[in-house]
C-alpha cells in the first residue's frame, strides 16, 4: 500500500515534468531568446522541472525502500485508539490513509460524492474541493464503514457527520474566511447542542482540542511525525494526532470526522 502510493507519487512527478517541458517549449518556439540575458531569464522556467523530478526520483528512492515490506493491519479498531497518523495519498481525488505509530494500517478516508461537473475542475486543482459540495466516508482495513461527513457551504463552512448506518450524529461548523490561517470551528450534536469549540492552525504547528472543562480530547504537535516511533514513515512531513480514550463512542466519532476533515483541508490547500 505504501510501496504503491509512492509509486503514484512517482508517475504523477514524470507526468507533471513532461506537461511542464511541453509548456517551456512552447513559450520559447513563440519567444526564442535572442539575447545572453533573455536566454538567462528562460532559464528559471526549468527550476518547476528540476524540482517534478527531484520528487519524482525521492519517491522512486522511497519505493525501493518499501516495495517489499508489508503492511500489517492494526491490531485494534480506530475507535480504541490513543493515536493516529494520517497520510496524504497520490491519487486523482484525494484521500487519507490512517496508521499506527508501528505503520499498522487502520483505514482510509476517500471521496465518495463529487458533482459531475466539477471533476474536470478538480483534476488541475484540487485545492477548488475546499469549496465544493462534496461526501467522504472512513473504511477500516476490513471495508467497513466507521462514519462519513458530508461538506457544504463557502463563507461558513458545514460539515454534517454520520455514524456507519447513515444516522446523523451532529455537525461541525467553521467559519471558512479563516480556514487558511486559523480555523475556528464548533461541533455539535444531533440537538444542535455544542460538544467542542475547535481552534487550530489551518497550515501546520500543533494544535490541542480541549473542553470547558479542560479535558483534552485531541492533540496534533509540531506538524512533524517523530521518525523513531517507526521504521516505515521518512518522508518530512508526517501528521500524527493523539486521541482520549476517555470519550463516549459518539464523541469519539465526531472528533475522528472532524480531525479527519481539518488533514484533509490541510492537505487540499497544501
Avoid: C
Avoid at 120 to 148: D, H, N, R
Amino acid at each position: 500500500m505504501i510501496a504503491d502510493m509512492y509509486k503514484r507519487r512517482e508517475k504523477l512527478a514524470y507526468s507533471l515534468t513532461g506537461v511542464l517541458i511541453l509548456v517551456m517549449a512552447g513559450y520559447l518556439v513563440w519567444n526564442l531568446p535572442e539575447t545572453s540575458q533573455e536566454w538567462l531569464e528562460a532559464v528559471v522556467l526549468l527550476v518547476p522541472v528540476i524540482f517534478m523530478v527531484m520528487i519524482a526520483g525521492s519517491s522512486r528512492h522511497k519505493y525501493n525502500k518499501v516495495k517489499a515490506l508489508s503492511i500489517p493491519e492494526a491490531s485494534g479498531s480506530l475507535m480504541e485508539s490513543d493515536h493516529v497518523i494520517w497520510k496524504s495519498d497520490a491519487v486523482s481525488l484525494p484521500r487519507l490513509l490512517a496508521f499506527e505509530k508501528n505503520g499498522a494500517y487502520f483505514g482510509m478516508l476517500k471521496m465518495e460524492k463529487l458533482p459531475w461537473w466539477s471533476h474536470p475542475i478538480v483534476f488541475f486543482q484540487k485545492s477548488i474541493l475546499s469549496f465544493i459540495p462534496s461526501t467522504y466516508s472512513f473504511y477500516t482495513q476490513e471495508g467497513e464503514k466507521l462514519f462519513s461527513f458530508r461538506r457544504n457551504g463557502f463563507k461558513e463552512t458545514n460539515v454534517t457527520i454520520y455514524d456507519k448506518e447513515g444516522n446523523h450524529l451532529g455537525t461541525y461548523i467553521q467559519e471558512e474566511f479563516r480556514s487558511l490561517f486559523k480555523v475556528k470551528g464548533e461541533i455539535k450534536d444531533e440537538k444542535n447542542l455544542s460538544v467542542l469549540s475547535v481552534k487550530a492552525s489551518g497550515t501546520s504547528g500543533d494544535f490541542s482540542l480541549s473542553d470547558e472543562d479542560g479535558h483534552r480530547w485531541a492533540h496534533f504537535y509540531n506538524g512533524r511525525f517523530p521518525h523513531e516511533y517507526t521504521k516505515l514513515f521518512r518522508d518530512v512531513d508526517n501528521d500524527i494526532v493523539e486521541l482520549s480514550n476517555e470519550l463516549s463512542l459518539k464523541n469519539k466519532r465526531l472528533l475522528l470526522a472532524v480531525i479527519s476533515f481539518l488533514f484533509m483541508n490541510r492537505s487540499l490547500n497544501g
